[in-house]
């Protein structure tokens, strides 16, 4: 392995992924739904494949899919995008990310994060050689994870050329207002950097909170890759269809350093996904619906059991504090749990480079069916109440 990326081991979602399945614990760890998409899509993709969808499609994707989602993200937000040049469908978010950083980052260019981190962040920054500036994303009194803009521009230095922005925020659940967002375009604008987003939960979104994409604040368009995918939006994770928009000299970037990663994504799958992103905007709103309702079951069952709960705005997670529970370390508790409790979690501090600011958090994925959420609460509160 080269050196670069020695730091990195399992993934902490398939390390506690392993150990629910070892123990029989129940998994709130790896964040992915345990019910399906929407029939329509599934029985589109199957339909798909049974007609013969079933070579490589275009490297930048099929153009059905490319339409539908800049038509969705011109309806929805105003920001315009050309299907041809503008938009690169990709094998999930996680390859656009990569792909994005690989082709922006130098060796030896700084990338500013907000931590908690997505796990793929650090390690792809790690592969293009890049040096990491995280800026601590902390709870104010009413739990709600937001960063001090002094910390954000104190980060930023002359070899800062990327900054990285996800919101809806995994694993905080923190949706950034536009005044945060304006505070990050700012430093962007200034500094003349490359704001990277990822935006995979933007449709999951709870008490009326809005999701801006900062490419839509002004003078961000030309600086702004801005990736997303299917995988939460549907509930159909394992399918890893995702896209990055941006001006297209960036969208030629991904590109050139994409068609070598994996060249082109499942063309079956974008076919089904097109017709869905206009055609399944019922679905996702109940969805969105069932998911607050969920945030509030778990949140409840945590609540009883002895938690510090930090109830988020989005996202399928719930940030907790171990704290309350006697505990000062997530990580050892995130190892105990499945044994001790019967339920699985995701240790928060593994998500941050300075691990003293998460070292008490953990993180709950509540997109399970009810009776889920209801057996792990009462396992929860047997264990600690
Ligand atoms: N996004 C999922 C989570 O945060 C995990 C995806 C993965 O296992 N790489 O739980």
Not at 270 to 275: D, K, P, S
Request: with cysteine.
């Amino acid at each position: 392995l080269v050196e670069r990326m020695r730091a990195y081991g399992e993934t902490v979602f398939a390390e506690m992924s392993r150990l629910a399945a070892e123990t029989g614990a129940i998994n709130l760890g790896q964040g992915f739904p345990d019910t399906d998409g929407p029939r329509s899509l599934i029985e589109a993709a199957a339909g798909r494949i049974r007609d013969g969808v079933n070579q490589y499609p275009p490297g930048p994707g099929r153009p059905e899919l490319r339409a539908a989602v800049a038509a969705d993200r011109a309806e929805r937000f105003g920001t315009e995008y050309d299907p041809d040049g503008e938009v690169y469908i990709t094998v999930g978010a996680t390859a656009g990310i990569a792909a994005s950083v690989l082709a922006m980052v130098e060796p030896g260019d700084e990338v500013v994060l907000f931590e908690p981190m997505y796990d793929s962040y650090a390690a792809v920054v790690s592969l293009a050689g890049g040096v990491r500036r995280p800026v601590p994303l902390r709870p104010g009194p009413d739990g709600r994870f937001t960063f001090d803009p002094a910390e954000l521009r104190a980060a930023v230095g002359p070899r800062t050329r990327m900054v990285v922005v996800n919101s809806p925020h995994n694993p905080t659940g923190t949706v950034l207002t536009r005044a945060e967002l304006e505070e990050i375009a700012a430093v962007c604008r200034e500094h003349d950097l490359i704001a990277l987003t990822d935006e995979v939960y933007e449709h999951l979104l709870f008490d009326g909170a809005e999701h801006v994409p900062l490419a839509s604040l002004p003078g961000m368009r030309e600086r702004t890759v801005a990736v997303s995918s299917v995988g939460k939006t549907f509930s159909v994770t394992a399918w890893k269809t995702g896209w990055v928009m941006g001006p297209a000299p960036l969208v030629r970037a991904v590109q050139t350093v994409n068609q070598f990663l994996t060249f082109s994504a499942n063309g079956a799958l974008q076919l089904a996904v097109a017709e869905a992103v206009t055609g399944e905007r019922e679905w996702v709103r109940g969805q969105r619906e069932a998911l607050q309702a969920k945030r509030d079951r778990l949140s409840d069952g945590l609540d009883r059991a002895g938690f510090g709960v930090l109830r988020p705005q989005g996202t399928y997670f719930v940030m907790a504090d171990v704290r309350p529970l006697g505990f000062k370390d997530g990580l050892e508790l995130a190892r105990t749990l499945p044994r001790t409790a019967g339920v699985a979690c995701v240790p928060a501090q593994v998500l941050y480079d300075r691990v003293e600011e998460g070292r008490h958090l953990v993180r709950f994925a509540f997109c399970k069916r009810d009776e889920v959420l209801d057996d792990a609460a009462d396992r929860l509160v047997r264990a600690f109440a």
